[in-house]
């Protein structure tokens, strides 16, 4: 198992996400492929895809909650990412759903 702690598998849900956001109190990773971020990702979101997070660290702030995103809430990248930066010390959690429902959902979609 990825997780460890009460929250461990608690979600971030989209209203807590889009409150943080707002208060700029989360980061917010999506941790898909370059070029799926390229055709839209959520608004304030980083790019880090999972494959490149191990040295790519040092670009994430340690003092603020990780949040990671890709493409739904079953998708193992960010389970993976999450479960990374937990071994190194960040407060880490995923989005409950990703991208898919973020947009049929009608939230904002960058470019």
Known sequence: TYFQGKDALEPVYREELIRRL???????????PENEFAMGHIPGAINIPQKELQRRLRELPREQEVVAYC?????????EAIALLRKRGFTARRLA??????????????I
């Open 22 to 32: 707002r208060k700029k109190s989360v980061t917010l990773m999506d941790v898909r």
């Open 71 to 79: 493409r739904g809430p079953s998708c193992v990248l960010s389970f």
């Open 97 to 110: 759903d990703g991208l898919p429902e973020w947009r049929a959902a009608g939230m904002p979609v960058e």
